[in-house]
C-alpha cells in the first residue's frame, strides 16, 4: 500500500469518526426546529417542515435569565482564575518556589475529590452565612474548582519561555511586576487564551454545584435544561431548542479564539 493510499484511508477515517461525533449535535439542532409530536415520535424523519416553537417556547421560560447568569458565572470566574493563575504559574515555572512538585500536587489533588463530597459541607457553610442562591458566590465557587488545571496549563506555557529573555530584562533593570506583565505575558497570550477559554467551558457547563446551591436567581442554563425532563415527560423539541441556544456561546467563543486555542495547546508539543 502506497503514500497516498495510505493518506486517502486515513483521511476518509478521519471523516467518518468526525460525522459519528458531529451527528448527535447536528440531530440536536435538528430537533429544535421540529414540532414536539415530530422530534418525539418514533420514526424518526429528516424531512420536515421547520418552526421555532421549540426557541419560543424556551424564552417563554425565561431562558434569557438562565443565560444571563451562567455569562456572569463562567465570565467571572475565568477572570478570577486566569488573574490568580499567572503569578501562581510563575513562581512555579520561572521564578521557582521551593518545592514546586509539592505545590503542584497540592493544586491537582485538589480536582481528585468528588463535588459529591464538598456540596454538603458547601452548602451548610453558605447556608449559615446567608449566601446561597448567590451568583458571584457561585462564580467564586467555579473560580477555585477551575485554579489548579488553570495553573498547570498556564505552567505549562510558562515553561516555553527562553529564560535568556527573563534574564535580559532582570538586567536592565526591570522589576517583578515589569517581569510578568511586560516581558512575559505577551509571549504566552496564546497559552492564556488557551486556559481562559477551557476554564469558561468547565464553568459554562457545571451542572452539579449550579444544582445544588442555587434556586431560582442565580441558576444556570444547565439545571435549567434538565427542568425540561419531568414526570409529564421529554419534551425533546424545546428540550433541543433550548441546549442548542445554551451550546451557541461556547461554539462562538471556540471559533473567536480557535487560532489561540491552537497555538496555545500545541505550545512545548515540539522542541
Do not use: H
Not at 1 to 20: D, E, F, H, Q, S
Not at 21 to 39: D, H, T
Not at 182 to 206: K, M, Q, R, T
Not at 240 to 255: D, K, Q, R, Y
Amino acid at each position: 500500500m502506497n503514500a497516498r493510499t495510505k493518506g486517502t484511508l486515513l483521511t476518509t477515517l478521519t471523516w467518518a469518526l468526525v460525522l459519528i461525533f458531529f451527528f448527535p449535535i447536528f440531530w440536536m439542532v435538528l430537533n429544535g426546529f421540529k414540532r414536539e409530536s415530530v422530534a418525539s415520535s418514533v420514526n424518526p424523519s429528516l424531512f420536515f417542515e421547520p418552526v421555532t416553537e421549540g426557541f419560543t417556547a424556551a424564552f417563554d421560560r425565561g431562558m434569557q435569565g438562565y443565560l444571563l447568569n451562567s455569562l456572569t458565572a463562567a465570565t467571572t470566574s475565568t477572570v478570577i482564575a486566569v488573574v490568580l493563575a499567572i503569578p501562581a504559574a510563575y513562581a512555579l515555572s520561572i521564578r521557582r518556589v521551593k518545592n514546586v512538585e509539592g505545590t503542584l500536587t497540592f493544586f491537582i489533588s485538589t480536582r481528585f475529590m468528588p463535588l459529591a463530597a464538598i456540596v454538603l459541607p458547601l452548602f451548610l457553610i453558605l447556608n449559615e452565612l446567608n449566601l446561597l442562591d448567590n451568583i458571584y458566590v457561585l462564580s467564586l465557587v467555579y473560580a477555585a474548582m477551575n485554579l489548579p488545571v488553570t495553573v498547570w496549563m498556564m505552567r505549562s506555557f510558562f515553561l516555553e519561555v527562553p529564560f535568556e529573555i527573563v534574564e535580559a530584562a532582570r538586567v536592565d533593570g526591570a522589576g517583578l511586576w515589569r517581569e510578568i506583565v511586560g516581558i512575559v505575558l505577551p509571549l504566552v497570550l496564546p497559552g492564556v487564551a488557551a486556559a481562559a477559554l477551557i476554564s469558561f467551558i468547565f464553568a459554562w457547563n457545571e451542572y452539579f454545584l449550579a444544582l445544588n446551591l442555587t434556586s431560582s436567581a442565580a441558576r444556570t442554563t444547565p439545571p435549567f435544561l434538565g427542568s425540561f425532563v419531568d414526570g409529564r415527560g421529554q419534551f425533546l423539541a424545546v428540550l433541543s431548542a433550548a441546549a442548542t441556544i445554551a451550546a451557541l456561546p461556547v461554539i462562538i467563543a471556540g471559533w473567536v479564539a480557535q487560532k489561540q486555542l491552537v497555538r496555545g495547546l500545541s505550545m512545548g508539543a515540539i522542541k
